[in-house]
C-alpha cells in the first residue's frame, strides 16, 4: 500500500547516496547504489492523529497480506530500565513508534536490493526534482511518500515502511558540529527550535506545521521500471 504523510519534520536522512553500515567503526558509511547491504534511510516525526491514522493502515496491511494474515504483530522494543531489546506483542501506538513528548517517531528504510532505481525520489517545494546529490537536513518540513509493506524472514513476519519519494516543505538550515565541551556554557541555541517536537512542548504552539498548497508530484503513476523493482521485494530481510 503506497501512503503519503504530509507536513512532517525529517530527522536524520540519508537519502542522498545509499548507507551501509560499519560494524568496525560503529556507523553507517557511503556505500554503493548496487550494494545489497546498502540503504535509504530516515526518520520522520508526526503528530498522534497523524500516528493514529498511520498505524490504522499499518494493522490493515498486516492483517489482509499473504505473509502475515492470521499471525501476531510482533516487534523488538528496548526496555528503558535494562537498555535490552526484547519481542512485543503490538497493542498501542507505542509499541509501533517511538513517542517523544507528545510527538511519534517512525523509522523508513529502503534497502537497495542492489538495484539504483530503489533510490527514492526528492523535490523542492515548488515541484521541480531536487539535484541528485541534494542533501536534507533534519528539521526539514517535508511531505513523504512511501510503501507499507510486510515481510517474512525464516519464522518471523513484520511491516516496515519504504520511503519512495520526499518534497521539501521547509528546508531546514545544516546544524554546524558542537563547540565542544570548553565552550558548552556559552551555548544558547535551543536545538528543538522551530521543531514539530519543539511546539509540542510548547503549550501555546500547534504540533504540526499548517498545510501548504505546494504542488506535489507523488500523484503520478510510477514507471513500468519502478513496479519490476517491488516485485522483487516480496521476501526479504526486513532490517
Do not use: C
Not at 553500515?21 to 492523529?49: C, F, H, R
Not at 538495484?115 to 517535508?142: C, H, N, W
Not at 541555541?189 to 522551530?194: E, G, I, Q, R, V
Not at 508530484?217 to 521500471?225: A, V
Amino acid at each position: 500500500m503506497d501512503y503519503r504523510l504530509e507536513n512532517v519534520e525529517a530527522l536524520w536522512p540519508r537519502i542522498d547516496k545509499a548507507y551501509a553500515w560499519n560494524e568496525a567503526k560503529g556507523q553507517s558509511d557511503e556505500t554503493l547504489p548496487t550494494d545489497t547491504d546498502g540503504a535509504y534511510e530516515m526518520s520522520v516525526i508526526m503528530g498522534e492523529d497523524q500516528a493514529k491514522d498511520l498505524a490504522a493502515k499499518m494493522k490493515e496491511v498486516f492483517n489482509s497480506d499473504e505473509k502475515t494474515k492470521g499471525k501476531q504483530w510482533i516487534v523488538k522494543k528496548k526496555d528503558p530500565e535494562t537498555g535490552m531489546e526484547a519481542d512485543k506483542l503490538v497493542k498501542s501506538l507505542d509499541d509501533i513508534f517511538i513517542k517523544d513528548d507528545g510527538v511519534y517517531r517512525a523509522k523508513l528504510k529502503m534497502p537497495t536490493y542492489g538495484d539504483p532505481r530503489t533510490k527514492p525520489k526528492q523535490y523542492m517545494s515548488d515541484g521541480t526534482p531536487a539535484a541528485e546529490d541534494f542533501q536534507l537536513t533534519s528539521g526539514s518540513i517535508v511531505h513523504v511518500m512511501f510503501r507499507i509493506r510486510t515481510w517474512a524472514y525464516g519464522n518471523k513476519v513484520g511491516i516496515a515502511l519504504r520511503p519512495t519519494g520526499v518534497m521539501v516543505v521547509r528546508l531546514a538550515e545544516r546544524q554546524e558540529a558542537p563547540a565542544g565541551v570548553m565552550f558548552d556554557d556559552l551555548i544558547e541555541a535551543d536545538p528543538l527550535k522551530d521543531t514539530l517536537m519543539g511546539k509540542a512542548l510548547d503549550d501555546n504552539a500547534p504540533a504540526e506545521p499548517a498545510k501548504t498548497d505546494a504542488v506535489n508530484p507523488f500523484g503520478e503513476t510510477e514507471k513500468k521500471d519502478e513496479q519490476k523493482v517491488a516485485s522483487n521485494m516480496d521476501d526479504e530481510i526486513p532490517f
